[in-house]
Each structure stands twice: as structure tokens, then as C-alpha cells.
């Protein structure tokens, strides 16, 4: 829920056994101030000096990657805007590519929304994490100019700046990819950013053409698909 008065984390799971997390140095101290605005996740008033913090902290485990892998650039056309997909190394391209291989388009020098993406296993980094309560599982959201939704079960990270029309999609390995991830990639982001210019993602069909089309909205099961 956004409101420009209230600025917090919301939870939401249920406890279950979660084993150690290891990180490096570096990456300790990269995180460790950011850390320190996430605390107690249950109920904290987040700044907005905080949340950047924690977006630069994480941001800085991307750029990290790529110096230990080659980046890769996918360039989409969607609503009349061009997304860009930076990926560190290739395990996440397979993932998220596919899907919008009807949309991409050739480079820009300034697209709408970069969204930066890699996993921990496979670049050898060690991206900071907020701190979680042993055993829990579920989403935590922050709602501030940075967004974030961390979920502690698959360690999935995801973050957007936008002021700087960037989003940052964190995964710990890329088998951790949630099973829509495939058929609807960076849903959660693209979300976030649309609600921003003014649209919205809809659960729908269609049939159109250039100039109009036809949206089929329903509950789930009503026949949609068929």
C-alpha cells in the first residue's frame, strides 16, 4: 500500500526451519550500514536515506559480478517504453528472456527502466540481505522511493529506484527462480514501475490488432485461456 505519510515494512509468512547464510567481507561491509535500517523488520519506520542505502549496498554486489562475469544487455519495446535487462554472467537469461523474445527491440541509448539481474552461485558474490527472524518465511515488503520484496525462503531480492528508473532482481541461485518466473519474468517489478506512469498490469487475454483490441478479464478458471 503506498502512502506518502506512512513509510514501513510489511510482513507477512509464517515460521519454518532456514539453515546459516555465509557472506564475504566485502560484502559484509558493503551491507552493514544498510543492515541497520532493517533491523526488527516487524514493525520499522523506514527512511528514505535508509532504504537508497540498502539499494546502493545491493547495487554494489551487481557491479561486482559483473567484473567476475560478462554482462549482457536485452533491450524490450512495452507500452510505448523500452526496458532494458542487464544480465551478470548467463544463468538467469534462459529464465527470463524467452518470454519477452517477441517484444525486444534494438538498443536505446536511455531506456525507461533498467532492471539488473544475476544470482549469487553462479557470479561468486555475496549480495547483503536484510536481516530475517530465524524460521521465517513468507514476503517482507518495504514500500518507500525505494521498493524492495525480500523473500527470506528462496533468498529473492528485488529492489527499484524509481528516481533512477533501476530495479535490481537478486536471486541466490538460479534454480531459486520462482516457477512463474519463466512465463510472467520481472512481474513483480514491472508492477511497480507501471503503477508509477500511470497503467496497470491486468490477469487477462486479449485479441487486437495495431489500432484496438479486446480484453477478456474473469476470475481465475473462468476460461481466459480457452
Keep these: 500500500i503506498q502512502s506518502a505519510k506512512v513509510r514501513e515494512v510489511q510482513r507477512y509468512g509464517r515460521a519454518a526451519a ?3 547464510n555465509s557472506r564475504s567481507d566485502v560484502s559484509r561491509m558493503a551491507g552493514e550500514g544498510a543492515r541497520q535500517l532493517l533491523t526488527t523488520l516487524d514493525s520499522v519506520t ?3 536515506a535508509g532504504s537508497t542505502l540498502f539499494f546502493e549496498a545491493v547495487e554494489a554486489a551487481y557491479n561486482e559480478a559483473v567484473q567476475h562475469r560478462h554482462a549482457t544487455d536485452h533491450y524490450y519495446r512495452l507500452a ?3 526496458l532494458r535487462l542487464s544480465f551478470a554472467g548467463n544463468a538467469l537469461e534462459s529464465i527470463l528472456t ?3 523474445a517477441h517484444i525486444e527491440c534494438d538498443r536505446v541509448e536511455v531506456p525507461d527502466l533498467t532492471i539488473l539481474c544475476w544470482d549469487d552461485a ?3 558474490v555475496s549480495t547483503p540481505e536484510p536481516p530475517t527472524a530465524p524460521g521465517h518465511v513468507g ?3 518495504v514500500d518507500e522511493f525505494v521498493r524492495i520484496a525480500w523473500e527470506p525462503a528462496r533468498r529473492s531480492l528485488l529492489l527499484l529506484d524509481s528516481t533512477r528508473t533501476r530495479g535490481l ?4 541461485d538460479a534454480g531459486s527462480a520462482a516457477i512463474w518466473e519463466p512465463a510472467a519474468p520481472c512481474l513483480r517489478m514491472l508492477h511497480w514501475w507501471a503503477a508509477g506512469r500511470g497503467m496497470q498490469l491486468v490477469h487477462a487475454a486479449a485479441v487486437g490488432f495495431s489500432d484496438g483490441g479486446v480484453m477478456l478479464v474473469g476470475r481465475g478458471g473462468s476460461g481466459k485461456s480457452t
Design 80 to 82: 510505448d517504453c523500452t
Design 122 to 124: 553462479s557470479t561468486g
Design 18 to 20: 532456514r539453515g546459516p
Design 169 to 172: 532482481m537478486r536471486f541466490a
Design 46 to 48: 523506514v527512511s528514505p
Design 139 to 141: 514476503m517482507d515488503f
Design 98 to 100: 524467452p518470454a519477452l
